[in-house]
């Protein structure tokens, strides 16, 4: 079993939409969870972090953690075009090691 | 703040060369960094785990002897990839952490490194 797995995609929403974004994980006791957006041919830039149970809010993103059920999502609002990139979830587990996922490539189509 | 940078961004050479990438943490220090190397459309791998004035950590299958690493300060490490094959190309990405902020790791832009 993969430490942190992700639906590839793709993924495509209307411009407007709301964009969902999964992502579980395999070590219980990870504290730490991070969603990167990666443009094509650039590296990856951090987007949220999120620590404890429920919701976390910045600007048009939503990171949501469920620890019981091993699930991190991310949430974008408002979708734009410029949203269009690939969504890497990362998870720090208990050994502190960082984990990413395979990624998640999102298509906002205006 | 948190800004990291690479150099070169890019860089060709030939095969049975070496090439050296640096990794600068520009306005904090980074007592650990880390190498990955991403392939066209797969995702980050972990090559090693540099932690300054220590010896890198390695993941399993990364050949330490051909992918050296150094830390020498708290605000720079070096891989040296030693006689590049094809297959070496990538695209290589360092990654420092925030010495008080241990959950947080910031990117460099990445190193595209092709091997002729």
């Known amino acids: 079993q993969k430490e942190v797995e992700q639906n590839s995609g793709p993924l495509s929403v209307p411009e407007g939409a709301i964009a969902s974004l999964n992502c579980t994980y395999s070590?219980?006791?990870?504290?730490?969870f991070f969603w990167y957006r990666q443009y094509s041919g650039k590296s990856p830039e951090l987007i949220m972090s999120?620590?404890?149970?429920g919701d976390k809010e910045d600007g048009r993103f939503t990171a949501q953690l469920n620890k019981a059920s091993q699930y991190v999502s991310l949430l974008i609002r408002d979708s734009q075009p410029s949203d269009s990139a690939t969504y890497l979830c990362?998870?720090?587990?208990?050994?502190?090691?960082?984990?990413f996922g395979t990624g998640t490539s999102l298509t906002v189509i205006p | 703040g948190a800004v990291v940078s690479q150099h070169p961004s890019w860089v060709i050479c030939k095969s049975g060369t070496s090439v050296k990438i640096e990794c600068r943490s520009l306005?904090?220090?980074?007592?650990?960094m880390f190498w990955y190397r991403q392939f066209p459309k797969q995702s980050l791998m972990l090559m090693a785990t540099?932690?300054?004035?220590?010896?890198?950590?390695?993941e399993q299958g990364v050949e330490k002897d051909k992918f050296l690493i150094n830390h020498a300060s708290l605000t720079l490490s070096t891989l040296t990839v030693t006689s590049a094959h094809p297959e070496d190309s990538s695209f290589y990405i360092c990654?420092?952490?925030?010495?008080?902020?241990?959950?947080?790791?910031?990117f460099g832009p990445g190193t595209r490194l092709t091997v002729t």
């Open positions: 990654s420092a952490r925030v010495m008080d902020r241990v959950s947080e790791q910031y």
């Open positions: 070590d219980r006791g990870s504290q730490s």
């Open positions: 999120i620590y404890s149970n």
């Open positions: 990362a998870v720090r587990n208990t050994g502190n090691q960082f984990y």
């Open positions: 306005d904090f220090q980074a007592t650990t």
């Open positions: 540099s932690n300054e004035g220590s010896k890198a950590t390695y």
